[in-house]
């Protein structure tokens, strides 16, 4: 798998686990040049996840609602996500 990133640069995953989200697993890719993990945001969506931005902040909620994700913009990266609450 290669991933294309919004400067048109590749990189290709090492390795690929799951991070446990409210009881729903997501996919997430360990790419050494990066100093952060990624999740899918099609994936959170197809579970029923809902992610928004605004003011460099991103919030991910659950069906319900209830914010259980968040991460703060920090030179360009949504970084340090942090749990909210737990999804039920």
Known sequence: M???LGDDHQVQPKK????????????AFFIPEFRIS???GGQLDSHGYTTTF?????SIADAKGQKVLGAN???G????????AKST
């Open 2 to 4: 290669i991933i294309k």
């Open 16 to 27: 690929k686990g799951t991070v446990r989200l409210g009881g729903v697993d997501i996919e």
């Open 38 to 40: 990624l999740l899918s």
């Open 54 to 58: 605004r003011s460099g902040i991103c």
């Open 73 to 75: 913009l920090e030179d």
């Open 77 to 84: 990266l949504l970084l340090h996500l942090k749990q909210l």
